[in-house]
């Protein structure tokens, strides 16, 4: 079956660094999201990786590996409005989004 | 953990059809559900909220006569895109909220649904 693995909790300090991590397997690999949503909001795109390797966006950064089946994403300067939850992403063979359950970051002054 | 299905996995129609998406929760039963539609690589757009046995609530600029919500269950949503045109081509995602999860802002998403306007 397919599956995505995420932490469900994460905790971290304001101006410190996390790393959520994202686990998958998939019929198939067409790309990796990550997405914000605060709560009660449409989640927000922040990064789509298809090709092994980092890619850096500001203060978030994205992380593939597809021989490993693992993707991070790593928030660094952390703010009070980066608690959210996280949410991780695959789209398969077919093109299909198989979703994470998301990771609850809460950040503590 | 909780899925939520929907079918159909992608449509091409021609333009000035209509057509109808399925969202259903598979092992619980969610009395909101939400339309999102998503251009590539871009942000879940919320289309609309709908609510069992209630009219759905649209967020602005997202006109209700051409995409019609029905929420005739707990566990199914129906998302009809009428007189489908071009510019309607998209990725459809619906997402569920389970009431009895613990976080009570918990949403499950679908896979989506490609639609393709000829």
């Known amino acids: 079956g397919q599956n995505i693995d995420q932490p469900t909790e994460m905790t971290a300090t304001e101006g410190a660094i996390v790393q959520i991590n994202c686990t998958y397997q998939?019929?198939?690999?067409?790309?990796l999201f990550w997405y914000q949503q605060h709560a009660g909001e449409a989640p927000t795109f922040l990064s789509y990786?298809?090709l092994d390797g980092l890619e850096e966006k500001g203060r978030f950064s994205s992380f593939l590996s597809r021989s490993k089946g693992y993707s991070y994403l790593l928030l660094k300067e952390l703010q009070m409005k980066d608690s959210a939850s996280y949410l991780c992403?695959?789209?398969?063979?077919?093109?299909?989004?198989?979703w994470g359950a998301g990771t609850k970051l809460i950040i503590k002054p | 953990g909780a899925v939520v299905s929907q079918h159909p996995s992608w449509v091409i129609c021609k333009s000035g059809t209509s057509v109808k998406i399925e969202c259903r929760s598979l092992?619980?039963?969610?009395?909101?559900m939400f339309w999102y539609r998503q251009f590539p690589k871009q942000s879940l757009m919320l289309m609309a909220t709908?609510?069992?046995?209630?009219?759905?609530?649209?967020e602005q600029g997202v006109e209700k006569d051409k995409f019609l919500i029905n929420h005739a269950s707990l566990t199914l949503s129906t998302l009809t895109v009428t007189s489908a045109h071009p510019e309607d081509s998209s990725f459809y995602i619906c997402?569920?909220?389970?009431?009895?999860?613990?976080?009570?802002?918990?949403?499950?998403f679908g896979p989506g649904t490609r639609l393709t306007v000829l």
């Open positions: 997402s569920a909220r389970d009431p009895l999860a613990g976080e009570a802002d918990t949403q499950y």
């Open positions: 092992d619980f039963q969610a009395t909101t």
């Open positions: 709908s609510n069992e046995g209630s009219k759905a609530t649209y």
């Open positions: 998939t019929s198939g690999f067409n790309g």
């Open positions: 990786n298809v």
């Open positions: 992403a695959v789209l398969d063979s077919n093109y299909q989004l198989i």
